[in-house]
């Protein structure tokens, strides 16, 4: 796991200049790459490429970047892991091989193959940039599901690349001018979705795209692998399983992405939550262990948000080595003044926190960790993939002005109320179908029930702010993701599909990067091996959701090395309890934040909005946290980057 930048100028900048500027982008990605530095200049073209190295896999120096190819021709700075590249070296001929790094296999596999051939045969995460000297072109490629991160800013005179946008910020020709279109779908989703980047001048490489650049032309972006196009190939060509034939075929795929991803030569652990995702990978791992897996789980004194006595059950019947850490408020609060400065755009997660805190748990005794991220997206895991449809289904042929009216029925009660009248029932209902938060859900099914149709529905559940031009001085047209059904796909599929689309790389990936590389730690995400993506897609419906239970198959899978009674519970997320704090201990940094002074400063929030909605959480008459967050972390945002 590194960090690559660099930037190809079309003018008459002196090779000093050229290398003290990228020296400089260079720099600001020590974290992602502690081991290794080195910068390239291309004289001839003007191309300077920078890079970070943490090292992974061949630590020796035959590992380093920028690396050039066998015949000179090709410049490589790569980012990630490639768990084939020693299948993919036997099929390399005429090589004389200087290491065994997974870097000079890909490298000599473009040089020998070419840049789509070479992608579509690559298992693994990667953000690369690729300088061919001979035809003159820069060559910016990202894995298939968006893992990795790979910003870029095109202009009249050359182009920029990054795998931060803090990168791009120390190159004192970027263009910092706010997207305001960005900024409408960042207060919407809490993340700002591809292409589309905090700044104007900035995009970002798409999932399963490359990227070309030539002199004097515009970038030329290219898709080599799309979810879509699975979940099509999935549609056209189900699976002919029956359910024990499709449990024991995704046993043994699950297990071979795990054992791809045990490969390092530096020591290598897992985060375990005690959920089915992060259990069914710690269990494959310690199958194929020859010792103990080290594992890491955190634990918070709220017992709403405590997981940790569920990950330390599953490590004891595992016989993992397992870390707990108990964490307090006041050590996780010390973690939110310097989100700013690692998301580098704003971010409005509020798991951030604490996936910062089990990342720098970890660290302090592994290089690589292995994460049950992805499973949700895959095998059907949120209460959306289970209940929009059926909702919709119920209720969707009833007038509107009915289902509206049921609707602020529901929401006249805040959510503290529906969650205590649920407690009083909660003991008279089946431990695996009891659900945490029910007050937060049972408003979110009010925003289903008053939808005109399930796109809308849909739209609604991944909104914070669902009219955010509401907040906006100056709002222009309205911006909407991609948020439409596909025709060749059911409501439930389309809702699986968009959420591979955009929540898993920008949001859940975006904040696993960032808060893992931010300690110097490679996070790896075996369910979201492609080939086990484009297989999920074939599974029949009733294999993946099945009787109100969520990802049935990948249950069967885990069950046969974890028993189901430590896994059964409400599922929990991954969260911190963001709103009381904002009334109690973190109240005088909200208020900071959202006065209407600081409002009133950016010149571009509407301040009334805010306020109200500020004050009817302070009040406790709604539980606000997720729509403030979203304003807290652009105004923090705001306060460390618009002003440096």
């Not at 949700?376 to 209720?395: A, K, P, S």
Request: glycine share 8%.
């Amino acid at each position: 796991m590194c960090g690559l930048t660099g930037a190809w100028a079309w003018n008459g900048a002196t090779r000093e200049q050229r290398t003290a500027s990228v020296a400089r982008m260079t720099a600001t990605l020590a974290h992602r790459g502690p081991d290794d530095t080195g910068v390239l200049v291309d004289d001839e073209s003007g191309v300077a490429l920078g890079f970070r190295r943490l090292s992974i896999i061949d630590l020796s120096a035959a590992g380093h970047q920028p690396m050039e190819s066998a015949n000179g021709r090709f410049v490589l700075t790569y980012n990630g892991e490639i768990y084939n590249h020693d299948e993919l070296r036997g099929f390399l001929s005429g090589v004389n091989w200087r290491g065994s790094s997974d870097s000079e296999v890909i490298l000599e596999a473009f040089a020998q193959w070419g840049i789509e051939p070479t992608l579509r045969r690559l298992i693994g995460m990667f953000a690369i940039a690729l300088w061919d000297r001979q035809e003159r072109v820069l060559t910016l490629m990202r894995d298939r599901l968006g893992k990795k991160p790979l910003y870029y800013a095109p202009g009249p005179h050359g182009v920029m690349w990054g795998s931060e946008l803090k990168s791009l910020c120390a190159n004192e020709s970027f263009d910092r001018t706010l997207d305001e279109q960005a900024l409408q779908l960042y207060f919407r989703l809490g993340y700002i979705p591809s292409p589309f980047s905090i700044y104007r001048s900035a995009r970002k490489v798409e999932p399963g795209c490359y990227v070309t650049c030539r002199v004097g032309a515009e970038p030329e972006s290219r898709r080599y692998w799309s979810a879509r196009d699975a979940a099509h190939a999935g549609v056209d060509s189900p699976h002919r399983l029956d359910e024990r034939e499709a449990v024991e075929a995704l046993d043994e795929l699950l297990g071979d992405a795990v054992s791809h991803r045990m490969i390092a030569d530096v020591p290598l652990g897992a985060f375990l939550s005690g959920g089915v995702d992060s259990s069914a990978v710690v269990a494959m791992m310690q199958t194929r262990a020859s010792r103990p897996v080290r594992t890491f789980s955190l634990g918070f004194p709220e017992a709403a948000y405590d997981e940790a006595p569920f990950a330390r059950a599953v490590a004891e019947h595992l016989g993992t080595d397992h870390t707990e850490l108990y964490v307090d408020p006041a050590q996780t609060q010390a973690v939110i003044p310097d989100l700013p400065s690692i998301y580098d755009e704003p971010f409005a997660d509020s798991s951030q926190v604490p996936t910062f805190l089990v990342s720098r748990l970890a660290r302090q005794h592994v290089t690589v960790a292995l994460s049950g991220d992805g499973g949700d997206e895959v095998f059907g895991g949120y209460n959306r993939h289970m209940w929009l449809e059926r909702i919709w289904q119920r209720t969707g042929h009833l007038p509107f002005s009915a289902r509206r009216f049921a609707a602020r029925a529901i929401r006249s009660l805040p959510e503290s109320a529906w969650d205590r009248a649920y407690a009083t029932v909660a003991p008279f209902i089946g431990r695996g179908r009891r659900v945490a938060l029910p007050g937060d859900k049972l408003h979110k099914i009010s925003r289903v029930v008053e939808s005109q149709n399930p796109d809308e529905a849909y739209l609604q559940l991944v909104s914070q702010w669902p009219d955010p031009r509401m907040l906006l001085a100056h709002p222009g047209e309205r911006v909407l993701p991609i948020y439409t059904r596909d025709p060749k796909l059911g409501v439930t599929e389309s809702v699986m599909l968009l959420d591979q689309l955009t929540y898993l790389p920008e949001d859940i990936l975006a904040k696993v990067d960032r808060a893992s590389m931010a300690v110097s730690l490679e996070a790896r995400v075996p369910l979201l091996d492609h080939r086990i993506v484009e297989w999920a897609w074939r599974v029949p419906a009733n294999l993946r959701t099945r009787n109100g239970v969520s990802k049935w198959l990948l249950r069967q899978v885990l069950y046969k090395h974890v028993p189901p009674a430590l896994i059964e519970r409400p599922k929990f997320g991954f969260g911190i309890p963001i709103g009381r704090w904002l009334r109690d201990e973190l109240r005088d940094w909200a208020e900071h934040l959202l006065s209407p002074a600081a409002l009133k400063d950016s010149g571009l929030l509407h301040a009334a909005p805010i306020r109200r909605t500020w004050q009817e959480h302070l009040d406790g008459r709604r539980d606000w946290q997720h729509r403030l967050w979203v304003i807290l972390m652009f105004q923090a945002w705001r306060e460390r980057w618009s002003r440096a």
